[in-house]
């Protein structure tokens, strides 16, 4: 355990001091850590307020404000699925509806074997090919049963 | 003669599978030894057609979509080359009358050039109006700017010469631009067609503002939903440092003028433009009360002009042709263009940039074609998800600021999403609240807990527990939200709700329990 958070500790001041003398880094500090651990480390937190000279309640406040940080690893895979209005028009809410009954998860769920967490997603910029997801950070468009079926099997494999 | 091909690297194109067509395309032309390249350009923004590929003629730029990478083989086998007839073929591209109709002064190069080439860029009038900003001083460059009646894009409509104007005449050590490109509104995607297809716009009517107001740094806050356009932009960035177009000495000039890409974080309400600064400045996304102005108090306390993409992406035609050619085009108070984005239920969704003043039946029955599911359109809600829901009975409305807002409506980003007879208003309006709540960033009270009650006051009136009492207080709770909130999400809340209300009573009063038989 010790060792563990040494590492994490260490990676982590790595990441802060690289990017804490640019201007407003504390966005861009978490967005780093995420992309490192996969989630931002409650380690972490105490060792940016000392770097960027804040309370720890503040880099709290700001963690915990913005829906993409997460305090904990995702699945392996990550499922995006827009639930914003031109994707409704589309049938986006009964596309939702299909991949929470395949996937057996709710929103921000993750499946049991650790393979996909499913999130929504309030628009994507793929309003004229709705419904819209992302899958790890690709875009897929015009989103329908059979597409969904492929995810959810190929995010298994 | 080597032949030019084009698959749009579009994130719209990229979700019909434009990446695969492209690697098939490049496999195809090395097994058939062709002589030939793939350029990846942005979107014409005709996402029914993507992934559509281009193929340079001597006649012109001819089209093929939408392609599947099997569609590879025949459309070479059948003279794509030069531009053959296949099944999949559109014709020159500049003929296909989407694009025929369209004024595109903003978009002029977005789906045509090499959205990282500079050198396409100047071919293609780039750097033009950062050439002649050069030649003025700041108070000619914003005096342009104002003449040319150019509105925020980003939905406020605010003029954005008298912008410029007061951040010029505050005096600061240090100024900023700052680009809004946090595009969370459903229906837009105007701001990530340019970031991909045509970044150097950006970076040029940055550059222009730079220099008109005395900034030296420009920040562009963008969304994580958007990693296609983050990348672009970054390359861009990169090439437009390495010739000189930012650094310490603008095209050579005495200007020095940096940008920098910020990624927001999953918050929808950092786009209001105060949110936006905290965020930027490494804080919650908490809205600022105003006064003092970002313009006089801005992003780090020092004086800040911050604009929409398209606002900044529109100032190298104004500075290239002049205010006057930009001002011509248009009606009343909303001068020159407007990119379209016609999105939901639509069968030709996509990107259409014209003069200010077509009728929404105009955009969405002759430009949009009606559904795609071919039902009738029920609603459209123009301007996002605080924008209000449009009946047919309102489609003579020219599509005007001032004419939106007589009307309880308003552009916003000029994003319309349609909707076929299927759509439930209550439920449309339960959303919008939804919304609301979760995006809220909590400062003020209607916003708040406003959106919350209104939520289980919409629940009530879908469980048909006193609905006259409902109707009364959801309108009394939109009046308070309306009016008493700090920023346009709980000020901007209330239009969907009502307009679903006003214009679609039917959807609020579930049918009466039929009458036992006697």
């Known amino acids: 355990m010790q060792s563990a958070s040494t590492d994490i500790a260490t990676r982590a001041i790595g990441i802060i001091n690289q990017l804490k003398d640019e201007e407003g880094p504390l966005l861009p500090i978490l967005h780093d850590l995420q992309g490192e651990f996969g989630y931002v480390p409650q380690e972490a937190l105490p060792l940016i307020a000392q770097a960027l000279n804040i309370s720890?309640?503040?880099?709290?406040?700001?963690?915990?404000?913005?829906?993409?940080?997460?305090?904990?690893?995702?699945?392996?895979?990550?499922?995006k699925l827009c639930r914003a209005e031109a994707c409704q028009s589309m049938g986006g809410d009964a596309m939702a509806q299909k991949a929470r009954e395949l996937l057996g998860i709710d929103w921000h769920g993750t499946t049991s074997d650790g393979a996909v967490t499913l999130e929504p997603v309030y628009c994507l910029g793929l309003c004229a090919c709705a419904p819209a997801a992302m899958l790890d950070g690709e875009v897929i468009g015009r989103l329908d049963a059979e597409k969904l079926e492929e995810i959810a099997t190929e995010v298994r494999l | 003669m080597t032949i030019t091909f084009f698959v749009p690297r579009d994130s719209g194109s990229l979700a019909l599978g434009a990446e695969k067509v492209a690697r098939k395309l490049q496999d195809e032309i090395v097994a058939r030894n062709l002589d030939a390249r793939i350029v990846r350009n942005g979107s014409r923004g005709m996402y029914w057609l993507e992934p559509m590929v281009e193929v340079e003629t001597p006649s012109g730029r001819v089209a093929y979509g939408p392609v599947k990478p099997s569609d590879i083989a025949s459309l070479l086998d059948t003279g794509m080359l030069e531009g053959g007839t296949h099944p999949l073929s559109l014709g020159l591209t500049d003929q296909l009358p989407f694009l025929a109709k369209q004024t595109r002064l903003t978009f002029a190069r977005c789906g045509i050039t090499d959205p990282v080439s500079l050198d396409d860029y100047r071919a293609h009038d780039g750097l033009k109006g950062l050439e002649k900003a050069l030649a003025l001083t700041p108070l000619e460059i914003v005096t342009q700017v104002t003449e040319s009646g150019l509105r925020g894009r980003g939905g406020?409509?605010?003029?954005?010469?008298?912008?410029?104007?007061?951040?010029?005449?505050?005096?600061?050590?240090?100024?900023?631009?700052?680009?809004?490109?946090?595009?969370?509104?459903?229906?837009?995607?105007?701001d990530r067609m340019i970031m991909e297809g045509d970044p150097f716009v950006l970076i040029e009517g940055m550059t222009i503002?730079?220099?008109a107001v005395g900034a030296t740094k420009g920040y562009i806050y963008t969304r994580s939903e958007y990693p296609h356009a983050i990348a672009v932009m970054n390359e861009a960035l990169a090439v437009a440092r390495k010739a000189g177009v930012l650094g310490t000495?603008?095209?050579?000039?005495v200007h020095a003028f940096d940008i920098e890409v910020r990624v927001g974080a999953g918050a929808y309400v950092c786009g209001e433009e105060t949110a936006l600064?905290?965020?930027?400045?490494?804080?919650?996304?908490?809205?600022?009360?105003?006064?003092?102005?970002?313009?006089?108090k801005g992003l780090f306390g020092k004086p800040t002009v911050i604009n929409n993409v398209i606002s900044l992406s529109s100032v190298p035609v104004i500075l290239d042709k002049g205010p006057a050619f930009y001002k011509n085009f248009g009606m009343g108070r909303s001068r020159g263009t407007i990119p379209l984005q016609i999105a939901g239920n639509v069968r030709y969704g996509g990107l259409f940039e014209t003069a200010f003043g077509l009728t929404l039946g105009e955009i969405v029955d002759d430009i949009g074609g009606g559904t795609a599911t071919g039902r009738p359109v029920k609603a459209v809600q123009i301007g996002g998800p605080l924008g209000a829901y449009f009946p047919r009975e309102l489609f003579d409305?020219?599509?005007?600021?001032?004419?939106?807002?007589?009307?309880?409506g308003l552009i916003g980003h000029a994003g319309l999403v349609v909707f076929d007879d299927s759509v439930d208003m209550l439920k449309q309006a339960r959303f919008a609240m939804e919304f609301c709540a979760v995006e809220s960033c909590g400062k003020c009270t209607?916003?708040?807990?406003?959106?919350?009650?209104?939520?289980?006051?919409?629940?009530?009136?879908?469980?048909?527990?006193?609905?006259?009492?409902?109707?009364?207080?959801?309108?009394?709770?939109?009046?308070?939200?309306?009016?008493?909130?700090?920023?346009?999400?709980?000020?901007?809340?209330?239009?969907?709700?009502?307009?679903?209300?006003?214009?679609?009573?039917?959807?609020?009063?579930?049918?009466?329990?039929?009458?036992?038989a006697e």
Not at chain 1, 71 to 76: C, L
Not at chain 2, 397 to 408: K, L, M, V
């Open chain 1, 56 to 79: 720890r309640a503040e880099v709290h406040g700001v963690v915990t404000f913005y829906h993409d940080y997460r305090d904990h690893p995702a699945g392996r895979h990550v499922l």
């Open chain 2, 156 to 190: 406020a409509g605010f003029p954005t010469g008298i912008k410029w104007k007061t951040v010029l005449d505050t005096a600061g050590e240090r100024k900023y631009i700052v680009c809004n490109a946090d595009e969370g509104d459903s229906g837009t995607f105007a």
């Open chain 2, 209 to 211: 503002a730079g220099i």
């Open chain 2, 249 to 253: 000495s603008v095209l050579g000039s």
């Open chain 2, 277 to 296: 600064l905290e965020s930027l400045e490494g804080r919650r996304g908490i809205v600022r009360a105003k006064p003092p102005l970002p313009a006089h």
């Open chain 2, 397 to 408: 409305t020219p599509f005007d600021y001032e004419a939106f807002a007589a009307r309880d």
């Open chain 2, 446 to 516: 209607p916003c708040r807990i406003g959106s919350t009650r209104g939520v289980e006051v919409v629940d009530r009136l879908a469980a048909n527990i006193e609905p006259e009492k409902q109707i009364k207080v959801l309108t009394d709770l939109c009046n308070t939200m309306k009016f008493g909130s700090l920023c346009a999400l709980g000020g901007f809340t209330p239009y969907p709700v009502m307009s679903a209300l006003t214009h679609f009573p039917e959807d609020f009063r579930p049918a009466p329990v039929a009458e036992a």
